[in-house]
């Protein structure tokens, strides 16, 4: 497997707010040049801009490309399963702007999570249903119509336990159902972790093994960050290095399964990413 396949990037409103693209590509290259990030623009900026346009996009592009900073996802993540149709349809024209506009960006995927019966996206037991997955396949056969139209690509992030797509395997089975090139996946194996988690390591790896072999082909990012278990229930939203995800087995599974798609460090710590989180992630991959 050559190394080159993984690249380091970062979810860019990690960093914080900023005024400008400008600023935003300043603070990315002085962490790690050239970079990449998952660019969610409603979360970036100062005074996010009503109306994203094609004027916009290309100007956002533009300060990137100076510093050398691309953009691997254009993040949109938005509630597919919305239980308010009026606030659903909003949500998916909004997602659906973003895939006519990806390329102006420089980036063809536009990601998102699958939603859930909860407004917030938090745990609903209806989300589990027949229905909700059908309501699921209905919204995301619409947006992908829009992707094949613009040559852009819907990127999917499967969530244990609180979202429609909720395991590999129900990943897989959309991806099947759907049968569209424009359909691909975000890998997060901290997401993917069961809520009470792992009894053992030969349990982890079996789990993350047939995982990446679904999913592998599809692949277009991989989220970096960790976990804690805390009464036996799944703490996440850890910076990398952190917590007990073993970021050995999952390098050398996407190695063996020759994924390539860029590394992006999640809820990392601005000040710790250079001596502590990017060296972490380099061992792991052997970059």
């Not at 597919?80 to 659903?88: C, K, L, N, T, V």
């Not at 690509?153 to 159902?177: G, L, N, S």
């Not at 990392?268 to 992630?281: A, E, G, M, R, W």
Request: hydrophobic letters at 40%; a neutral charge.
């Amino acid at each position: 497997m050559n190394n080159s396949a993984f690249s380091i990037g970062f979810r860019a409103h990690d960093f914080g707010r900023f005024d400008n693209a400008d600023d935003l590509a300043a603070t990315v290259a002085d962490c790690l040049e050239p970079s990449c990030i998952q660019l969610a623009i409603k979360k970036i900026f100062n005074n996010p801009p009503s109306v994203i346009d094609s004027d916009l996009a290309s100007s956002i592009k533009a300060s990137l490309d100076r510093r050398r900073v691309g953009i691997a996802i254009l993040g949109c993540y938005i509630n597919p399963i919305h239980p308010d149709p009026e606030e659903r349809e909003r949500q998916l024209s909004y997602f659906e702007r973003h895939l006519e506009l990806a390329n102006d960006l420089g980036c063809p995927y536009v990601g998102t999570e699958t939603g859930s019966r909860s407004p917030d996206c938090s745990y609903n037991e209806g989300t589990c249903t027949e229905s909700a997955f059908l309501d699921f396949q209905q919204s995301l056969k619409r947006l992908l119509k829009v992707a094949e139209r613009n040559n852009s690509f819907v990127a999917i992030e499967p969530v244990a336990w609180t979202h429609t797509i909720d395991t590999a395997r129900k990943m897989y089975t959309i991806i099947r159902i759907m049968d569209s090139p424009s359909l691909k996946v975000i890998y997060d194996p901290v997401n993917l972790t069961p809520r009470n988690g792992f009894q053992s390591e030969s349990q982890a790896k079996e789990f993350f093994d047939e995982a990446i072999e679904l999913l592998g082909p599809y692949m277009v990012a991989i989220h970096c960050k960790d976990y804690v278990m805390q009464n036996g229930i799944k703490k996440w939203d850890m910076t990398a290095g952190t917590g007990i995800m073993n970021w050995l087995l999952q390098a050398r599974l996407l190695k063996k399964s020759r994924a390539a798609c860029p590394i992006l460090l999640e809820n990392h710590q601005p000040k710790l990413l250079k001596d502590q989180t990017i060296p972490f992630v380099k061992r792991a991959f052997s970059l």
